[in-house]
């Protein structure tokens, strides 16, 4: 199989972040495939505590699916595992077992995200775009997005809504459903002309039909809530996104920000909430309420939650990656201190404060 060589593979983790930023931008989301002979699956399995990998690719005719075809090799993995850059890791070993595959696949399955990835960029849409093949992000754990957990009866499926509620249209379908990858699309086509809607227009609209789905008695209500079904269980982030995604459906929320004004409506009244719920918290600290604080607190993460929903970030993510970003600063720091015969234990604040912007400017290039 041919691959394009669309970038180098010896880099930092911050040149990966900025070559799928700009490869995303190629990523295909709508066509379809006129005919498919042949289906590919595609997985990579580490040892623990090694560097060692095993790399296989299986081949099947399609639709009778029969094995046609299999190759695997064993590599030695050179990128560190980082969340949200698994194809740095896993692509190079993947990419020298398609280039023994002899029945070219139509389409290929991956053991990982597609474009429902923090920047479109999963080891599907990756791989899918150096083979220059429809592909399809086969994932066991959420980067990004939201969902509601399915029924327990077999065949009961959810759909995997976009990060923000003002990027609906980021995702195939509007955030409606994500075969994901490379060049295989997602959305159907609605009869007759399109209709132009905003992102908030086309979320009401989803509700409506949801609602009667559900056979609902009217647009504005039913038996059930709103809120009704979300799963309690879910991590608090992503439960304060999408109660928020949810209530602003039906118009109780800040009024869209506008792109070029940062005034008290939209973006500048978000930004004022957030400041307010600090002062609440300050006032706690300082009357040293122990309940009230941990309430004004939680109202202080909340606000940023709908900061990030305005500014359509993730903030599930974006954690992430700032916490990832810490252990690395951190690390570094310990190294640099080593270097110097000295222990952390040993140094004083002001002394760790130097080697922090030490590991930050290495970072930085």
């Not at 995200?113 to 999963?122: K, L, T």
């Not at 995997?160 to 959305?187: C, I, K, M, N, R």
């Given at each position: 199989?041919?691959?394009?060589?669309?970038?180098?593979?010896?880099?930092?983790?911050?040149?990966?972040?900025?070559?799928?930023?700009?490869?995303?931008?190629?990523?295909?989301?709508t066509?379809?495939?006129?005919?498919?002979?042949?289906?590919?699956g595609?997985?990579?399995?580490?040892?623990?505590?090694?560097?060692?990998?095993?790399?296989?690719?299986?081949v099947?005719?399609?639709?009778?699916?029969?094995?046609?075809?299999?190759?695997?090799?064993?590599?030695?993995?050179?990128?560190?595992?980082?969340?949200g850059?698994?194809?740095?890791?896993?692509?190079?070993?993947?990419?020298?077992?398609?280039?023994?595959?002899?029945?070219?696949?139509?389409?290929?399955?991956?053991?990982g995200?597609?474009?429902?990835?923090?920047?479109?960029?999963?080891i599907?849409s990756?791989?899918?775009?150096?083979?220059?093949?429809p592909?399809?992000?086969?994932?066991?754990?959420?980067?990004?997005?939201?969902?509601?957990?399915?029924?327990?009866?077999?065949g009961?499926?959810s759909y995997?809504?976009?990060?923000?509620?003002?990027?609906?249209?980021?995702?195939?379908?509007?955030?409606?459903?994500?075969?994901?990858?490379?060049?295989?699309?997602?959305?159907?086509?609605p009869?007759?002309?399109?209709?132009?809607?905003?992102?908030?227009?086309?979320?009401?609209?989803?509700?409506e039909?949801k609602?009667?789905?559900?056979?609902?008695?009217?647009?504005s209500?039913?038996?059930?809530?709103?809120?009704?079904?979300?799963?309690?269980?879910l991590?608090a982030?992503?439960l304060?996104?999408?109660?928020?995604?949810?209530?602003?459906?039906?118009?109780?929320?800040?009024?869209?920000?506008?792109?070029?004004?940062?005034?008290?409506?939209?973006?500048?009244?978000?930004?004022d909430?957030?400041?307010?719920?600090?002062?609440e918290?300050?006032?706690?600290?300082?009357?040293?309420?122990?309940?009230?604080?941990?309430?004004?607190?939680?109202?202080?993460?909340?606000?940023?939650?709908?900061?990030?929903?305005?500014?359509?970030?993730?903030?599930?993510?974006?954690?992430?990656?700032?916490?990832?970003?810490?252990?690395?600063?951190?690390?570094?720091?310990?190294r640099?201190?080593?270097?110097?015969g000295?222990?952390?234990?040993?140094?004083?604040?002001?002394?760790m404060?130097?080697?922090?912007?030490?590991?930050k400017?290495?970072?930085?290039?």
């Open positions: 199989m041919h691959i394009q060589k669309l970038h180098p593979w010896q880099i930092s983790p911050r040149e990966a972040i900025a070559i799928q930023k700009s490869m995303a931008a190629q990523v295909v989301k066509g379809h495939l006129e005919s498919v002979k042949y289906v590919a595609a997985d990579v399995s580490t040892e623990k505590n090694s560097s060692l990998a095993h790399a296989g690719v299986v099947m005719s399609f639709p009778g699916l029969e094995l046609v075809e299999e190759q695997g090799i064993a590599f030695e993995l050179s990128f560190p595992y980082i969340p850059l698994l194809a740095f890791r896993e692509a190079p070993p993947l990419l020298k077992v398609f280039e023994k595959i002899e029945h070219e696949p139509d389409l290929i399955l991956f053991d995200q597609g474009i429902a990835h923090p920047r479109g960029m999963g599907a990756h791989v899918g775009l150096l083979l220059n093949k592909s399809i992000g086969c994932a066991k754990s959420l980067l990004t997005g939201h969902f509601e957990e399915p029924a327990m009866e077999q009961s499926f995997l809504y976009a990060p923000a509620s003002g990027s609906a249209g980021d995702w195939p379908g509007g955030g409606e459903h994500l075969p994901a990858g490379g060049q295989v699309g997602g959305a159907t086509a009869h007759g002309p399109p209709q132009i809607m905003t992102a908030r227009e086309v979320l009401h609209r989803w509700e039909l609602r009667q789905e559900r056979g609902s008695e009217s647009a209500g039913g038996q059930e809530s709103l809120l009704e079904s979300l799963p309690k269980a991590p982030l992503i304060a996104h999408r109660v928020q995604e949810r209530v602003s459906r039906v118009g109780f929320d800040w009024p869209s920000p506008s792109s070029s004004v940062l005034g008290k409506e939209g973006i500048g009244g978000v930004l909430k957030v400041r307010e719920e600090f002062e918290l300050e006032e706690a600290i300082r009357q040293n309420e122990k309940e009230r604080i941990g309430q004004e607190l939680g109202d202080v993460l909340f606000s940023l939650v709908n900061l990030a929903r305005f500014t359509q970030v993730d903030p599930e993510g974006a954690l992430r990656e700032t916490t990832h970003r810490f252990i690395d600063r951190f690390k570094e720091m310990d640099i201190a080593r270097a110097k000295r222990s952390l234990h040993e140094l004083s604040l002001e002394e404060d130097v080697l922090w912007e030490q590991s400017n290495k970072e930085k290039g």
